[in-house]
């Protein structure tokens, strides 16, 4: 699939994440601190549960739920309860654009 605009660079400030839909799939969109931006699945893969509700710390997302931790770059769990990755997707920053393939 192609590239191509899931938000503007303004939707999601730095050190948070917000949640969009793109072709029917929800997807979570991470601005680090430190300026690098993520993209995955929108849902936690222990308690099923909408990861743009949750905190980023650093290089890490933490579900609100139950506390598992993921990595925004690789969607690997970092931390209990959680053992399932979670899909991650190619995202990058064009003007005032992010961008994102499916």
């Known amino acids: 699939m192609s590239e191509r605009p899931i ?10 994440v917000e949640g969009f839909t793109m072709d029917g799939k929800d997807i979570a969109v991470i601005h680090t601190e430190a300026g690098r931006w993520f ?17 980023v710390f650093d290089d890490e997302i933490e579900c609100t739920r139950h506390g598992a931790a993921f990595s925004v770059e ?8 959680a053992t399932v990755p979670i899909q991650t997707y190619p995202v990058r920053v064009d003007g005032e654009s992010v961008l994102l393939t499916l």
Request: aromatic share 2%; hydrophobic share 25%; with cysteine.
């Open 7 to 16: 938000c503007s660079v303004s939707d999601v400030a730095p050190g948070t």
């Open 39 to 55: 993209a995955m699945d929108d849902q936690c893969s222990h308690g099923r549960f909408k990861l743009s509700l949750g905190e």
């Open 74 to 81: 690789t969607g690997e769990p970092l931390s209990p309860p």
